[in-house]
Every structure is written in structure tokens, then in C-alpha cells.
């Protein structure tokens, strides 16, 4: 599996419901970064937890970090309508590795 | 506060063509990479370049593909003799500061992105 894999690939919830996301990782991390992609659009950044950290809170979104399993999870709480979009998780590991590295996303439907 | 900017959006050359994306990173952000996203796929780095000096090309193909940052003006990411197998959206990040391991990483903000059609 790829460095930043997410889990599920699809998800597709009624709106008002929570949206839990996934998100496996390999090697050690400086930081983890969760960002949204609407279709056809950029990215937009929603958090970033620090690897001595273990939760993070920001408005309806809560992420986990466990680096003894190198997992992380994205809840959004409350889903709404205009929460539909593509969620990616992205890595950094420094050492020289400058970029981030992505997982192939997981894609959230919130049904009205 | 301009965001990261990008253009053109769409681009639409034909094989063998060369491709010139721009970049213009957050003001104030001195440091910035370039990705690739395939359809159905996360996004894969490129390249890191400051002003005048690529940092990290690792992501980068040998062959065809280029980038500079120069002292003025914005980022370039050129293809040249462009494939159908270059279609994809490229994207452009900025942040304010980087370094090594004794370093924080600061968070990379996004433009908009160049979608890239060769026919």
C-alpha cells in the first residue's frame, strides 16, 4: 500500500450524520496533514496534527493521530451538503523528503 | 490576502507541444512545489524550489520536464515535446519557511491548479 492510503475509498452518509476517514501511513512523520478537494478544484487545508501530538479539534472536524499504528482519522461531525468532496490525508517525513505525500483520497457523498 | 495563484487553469496542447505553467506563490512565501494529480489518483510531488535554486527535484521525470523560481517573477513549470500521458492537473503549494529536520514543517498552501489537456 502507498504512504498516506485512506480508507474507505467512498463514503456516502445522509446529512446530519458523522464521517469518519481513515488514513495509513509508513514511514516515521514530522506531521500529517488532512486536505479537501472539491471536484474539479484545489486543495484546501483542514488540519495538521504534529506527530507528538495525539488529537487535534478544528470547528466540526476532529482528527487522531496514533504513530505506534502510523494511522490517523478524520471525523466530520454533523455532515452537511457542502461537506461532499474528496479528502486526502498527506505526510511529511523531512530527513530531505521536502514534499508531501498523498493517499489516493477518500471520496465523501453526504446525501440531502 | 491573494491565495496561491495559478494560470493558466485550462491548457490544451497538442503532442509535441510544450507547456508553460505559472505559479505565484502567498505573499510573503518564499518556498514552493509543484504536484501532479492523475484522475482518480492523490497528488504526487514534484518538485521544491526556492528563489533560484531547486531544492528537491526527486518527483521530478528526467526527461522533459523543468522548473525554475526565479529572483523575480513567478514559478514556471515547463513540458517540453509534451505526451498524452502528461494530461493531468498540476498544482502549485507555497509556504513561508522550510528546513531540515530541526525544523517545523509549515503547513503548504494550494492554488487552483493548471489542467493540462495534450490531444
Known amino acids: 500500500s502507498q504512504q498516506g492510503e485512506e480508507d474507505p475509498q467512498a463514503l456516502s452518509i445522509q446529512e446530519g450524520e458523522n464521517a469518519t476517514m481513515n488514513c495509513s501511513y509508513k514511514?516515521?512523520?514530522?506531521?500529517l496533514q488532512w486536505y479537501r478537494q472539491n471536484s474539479g478544484r484545489g486543495l484546501v487545508h483542514l488540519i495538521l496534527?504534529?506527530?507528538?501530538?495525539r488529537e487535534k479539534h478544528s470547528g466540526r472536524l476532529r482528527v487522531t493521530l496514533d504513530t505506534s499504528k502510523k494511522s490517523s482519522s478524520l471525523l466530520i461531525t454533523a455532515s452537511r451538503a457542502a461537506d461532499t468532496a474528496s479528502y486526502f490525508c498527506?505526510?511529511?517525513?523531512?530527513?530531505?523528503?521536502?514534499?508531501?505525500?498523498f493517499g489516493k483520497g477518500t471520496h465523501l457523498i453526504i446525501q440531502p | 490576502n491573494a491565495g496561491v495563484m495559478q494560470n493558466p487553469r485550462h491548457l490544451v496542447r497538442r503532442r509535441g507541444q510544450e507547456a508553460r505553467l505559472r505559479c505565484s506563490p502567498m505573499?510573503?512565501?518564499?518556498?514552493v512545489y509543484w504536484y501532479r494529480q492523475l484522475p482518480e489518483e492523490g497528488l504526487k510531488f514534484m518538485v521544491y524550489?526556492?528563489?533560484?535554486?531547486?531544492?528537491?527535484e526527486s518527483g521530478m521525470p528526467k526527461e522533459r520536464f523543468s522548473a525554475e523560481f526565479p529572483k523575480e517573477g513567478p514559478s514556471i513549470l515547463r513540458i517540453q515535446q509534451v505526451v498524452r500521458g502528461d494530461s493531468a492537473a498540476y498544482f502549485c503549494?507555497?509556504?513561508?519557511?522550510?528546513?531540515?529536520?530541526?525544523?517545523?514543517?509549515?503547513?503548504?498552501?494550494f492554488g487552483p491548479g493548471t489542467r493540462l489537456l495534450v490531444l
Open positions: 503549494a507555497s509556504s513561508q519557511r522550510q528546513g531540515r529536520e530541526a525544523w517545523r514543517k509549515e503547513t503548504q498552501y
Open positions: 514511514t516515521s512523520i514530522n506531521n
Open positions: 496534527i504534529r506527530s507528538n501530538e
Open positions: 498527506a505526510t511529511y517525513s523531512g530527513g530531505g523528503a521536502d514534499g508531501l505525500t
Open positions: 505573499k510573503g512565501h518564499s518556498h
Open positions: 524550489l526556492q528563489k533560484e535554486n531547486i531544492i528537491d
